[in-house]
């Protein structure tokens, strides 16, 4: 699977928008991009997830790059619940193999009041 | 609730004993993964089941980890002997074996060895 680059932290004020980056240059044709993300002493929680068009739900907006090297994660009205890591995992999908997730470090969102 | 559960939540072993942990995936999911999370760090892939096989295992996974799915529902992972360097969060996760196979995780064991 590709490897991911995200900033190691970033605030975002309560109510406005949180827009998290994620560089994926290796990243192949046949390679989704999957953002998870973890909230303190919880299991990470799947948030969305996209191959080449931009993809939204209730959660967050999915916006990826045209060349597909890159994507941001929207949280449209940020609250203080979204503190949390957020991951971005490229992975490959077939039925045996590339089956796991590979998680890297992540962003450490803090939503500011 | 028709989550993934774990058990224990908490577990607080001497060095050298076994452990035992439980999950029990969400009913309609075949795949089923464990996963290892020190602090600070993200979650490391340690092995995955589809139904009861078991497909995959991380070079993480010594000898002395065992994991098992006998009737292609629940599983359990054992650590036997453990050491410091055991403790962790110990993650599950179900997935769906059609579609996107989004993963599903459980709240986590955590273990410590004292």
């Known amino acids: 699977d590709a490897k991911t680059t995200q900033p190691t932290s970033m605030d975002c004020a309560e109510g406005r928008a949180a827009n998290l980056p994620c560089n994926h240059s290796?990243?192949?044709?046949?390679?989704?991009v999957y953002w998870y993300r973890q909230i303190h002493s919880q299991g990470p929680q799947y948030i969305i997830h996209?191959?080449?068009n931009n993809e939204t739900n209730e959660m967050a907006s999915l916006i990826i790059t045209e060349d597909r090297k890159s994507s941001t994660l929207i949280l449209p009205h940020a609250t203080l619940r979204d503190t949390a890591v957020y991951y971005c995992?490229?992975?490959?999908?077939?039925?045996?193999?590339?089956?796991?997730?590979?998680f890297g470090t992540g962003t450490r969102l803090t939503i500011i009041p | 609730d028709t989550g993934v559960s774990q058990n224990p939540r908490h577990k607080i072993t001497k060095r050298g004993q076994n452990v035992t942990f439980r999950c029990d995936p969400i009913?309609?999911?075949?795949?089923l993964y464990w996963y290892r999370q020190t602090l600070g760090q993200g979650p490391e892939f340690l092995t995955y089941f589809q139904n009861e096989a078991q497909l995959e295992k991380s070079r993480l996974l010594s000898d002395r980890f065992s994991a098992e799915r006998p009737k292609g529902s629940f599983s359990t992972l054992e650590i036997q002997r453990t050491e410091q360097g055991d403790s962790a969060m110990y993650l599950c996760?179900?997935?769906?074996?059609?579609?996107?196979?989004?993963?599903?995780f459980g709240p986590g064991t955590r273990l410590t060895v004292t």
């Open positions: 009913s309609e999911h075949n795949r």
């Open positions: 996209g191959l080449k």
């Open positions: 996760a179900s997935s769906p074996d059609r579609g996107t196979y989004e993963q599903y």
């Open positions: 290796t990243i192949s044709g046949n390679e989704y």
């Open positions: 995992i490229v992975r490959g999908l077939s039925n045996f193999g590339n089956e796991k997730l590979t």
